[in-house]
């Protein structure tokens, strides 16, 4: 791909403006298909393709791909609290476990 460090300096501009720093996010909007995050770091990657009208006609709206943001982020908050609760059970039943 030509200027490809050019896309990648954008991308990750876009992803990292005002901060300097990539929020989780704005990580999960530029990967969701249909969030207007996602064609802009599809564009600054210069892969930004119209495959078929009726896909671009079926782009959620950006309140319909907040909403999806939101559910997705509170999920995966969700199984990180799990994780964390099954690490610390681990944690305990192997401190009964002789060493070896």
Avoid: Y
């Avoid at 901060?19 to 996602?38: F, M, T, V, Y």
Wanted: proline share 3%.
């Amino acid at each position: 791909m030509k200027d490809i460090d050019q896309h990648h300096k954008a991308a990750f501009e876009l992803l990292s403006f005002p901060s300097g720093r990539i929020q989780e996010a704005d990580l999960i909007e530029a990967l969701l298909p249909g969030h207007k995050k996602n064609q802009q770091f599809m564009e600054a990657l210069g892969l930004a393709v119209v495959l078929d009208e009726r896909l671009d006609q079926q782009a959620l709206t950006e309140e319909e791909a907040d909403a999806k943001v939101d559910a997705m982020t509170a999920e995966l908050r969700e199984m990180n609290a799990e994780m964390d609760r099954m690490e610390a059970q681990m944690t305990a039943e192997m401190g009964d476990c002789p060493q070896q």
